[in-house]
């Protein structure tokens, strides 16, 4: 695992769009990892009047990152005896119950439909933690050969093999967001390549070396290279 966790991939685009008084802007390059690793953190006990935000608080991590890391769409849902994967923690933490004041809690950000579904298919591996293990995007199984789309519009910037994520398009969407489409039977853009949203762009199957039998798509949304729920931005 640690090998695959150095095969790093960095690719630098320019915005497309500059204007007389700023220079062109380079999103952050984008480096994969295994689609799959152990992060460093406890998994916390939710005990009586514990709220999300109040957690969060104790361990000094951002809520938002913690809600999707744990598939967390609504903060008052958490109920006692929940288990909440906290990221960098190393024991867990006694949580004050007082309430926040009006105001301080913030909400969980939800950007539903600011990305479209790139193959239908049943979810067979969530993003975030499983069994200690943290993966950086969803598992959509799909037949052998189902139609892959582009989940928004931008511009393909990597389409080839990677070891770890087998036949993968990366497109960058703008300067802050880009999508990962892995574990694809065959590639049907170049890297260069302009496409919009809905465009086809590759078939489903198996290429990555992964030990399930299951046709699957391996989606990640990246934010600043960043990985983030993409159950988050799908509809």
């Known amino acids: 695992m640690s090998r695959l966790l150095n095969i790093l ?3 630098y685009v320019l915005a497309s769009l500059s204007c007389a008084s700023k220079p062109p802007v380079s ?3 984008i480096s994969l990892p295994a ?3 152990k992060p460093e953190g406890i998994y916390h006990t939710v005990e009586k009047s514990e709220t999300l935000w109040r957690i969060c608080k104790t361990y000094k991590v951002n809520m938002q990152e913690v809600a999707e890391l744990n598939n967390i769409k609504n903060p008052s849902l958490i109920r006692v005896g929940d288990k909440i994967f906290i990221p960098g923690a190393k024991q867990q933490l006694q949580v004050k119950s007082t309430p926040p004041d009006i105001g301080e809690a913030p909400e969980i950000i939800l950007s539903k439909g600011m990305f479209i579904w790139p ?3 049943k979810i067979v591996k969530q993003f975030g933690m499983n069994n200690g293990f943290k993966n950086d995007g969803i598992d959509i199984a799909a037949s052998a050969g189902s ?3 582009a989940a928004y519009s931008g511009k393909v910037v990597f389409a ?3 070891k770890g994520y ?3 398009i990366i497109i960058q969407h703008n300067d802050k967001y880009a999508t990962v489409y892995a574990n694809n039977k065959s590639i049907l853009v170049k890297k260069g390549a302009v496409v919009k949203t809905g465009q086809l762009i590759s078939r ?3 290429s990555s070396g992964v030990t399930t039998t299951i046709p699957h798509l391996h989606f990640q949304i990246r934010e600043q290279n960043q990985p983030r729920n993409p159950l988050f931005y799908l509809p």
Do not use: F, H, Y
Request: aromatic letters at 0%.
């Open 27 to 29: 999103p952050p390059p």
């Open 119 to 121: 193959v239908k298919g």
């Open 204 to 206: 489903a199957g198996n």
């Open 160 to 162: 080839s093999e990677l």
């Open 35 to 37: 689609p799959v690793t």
């Open 9 to 11: 991939i960095s690719i």
């Open 147 to 149: 139609k892959v789309v």
């Open 166 to 168: 087998g036949n993968t």
